[in-house]
């Protein structure tokens, strides 16, 4: 019993805080490396611009016309604009070829 309460806990602090950030850190990591020369990108000290040159760790931003200012890859927070559009899924169809109504 008196074991069972410290597992308990880490896996309580796992769920919670751990496992959290993990999923952050990937998902920032997918961002830098998906990165393209056109992309217009927010950075984490807030300014918006078009990526006009990436390096293995840094990248080029035009912020205005004629303005370029040279980040690292992990001060980009965001991409703006459209983003790729997701697959969709084909409608359900019916045995008859009309709108299904699902499994049942």
Do not use: H, K
């Not at 496992?19 to 300014?47: K, N, Y």
């Not at 890859?73 to 703006?80: E, F, K, M, N, S």
């Amino acid at each position: 019993m008196q074991l069972l309460i410290p597992i308990l806990l880490f896996g309580f602090l796992y769920v919670l805080l751990i496992r959290p950030q993990q999923q952050r850190v990937r998902r920032q990591q997918a961002l830098i490396s998906s990165i393209e020369v056109g992309d217009e990108v927010l950075t984490a000290v807030g300014i918006v611009g078009r990526v006009t040159r990436l390096d293995a760790d840094r990248v080029d931003l035009e912020v205005a016309p004629g303005i370029t200012l040279t980040f690292l890859r992990g001060a980009i927070t965001r991409r703006l604009g459209p983003e790729p559009p997701a697959e969709e899924e084909p409608p359900d169809e019916g045995v008859d070829g009309s709108p299904g109504e699902g499994f049942g």
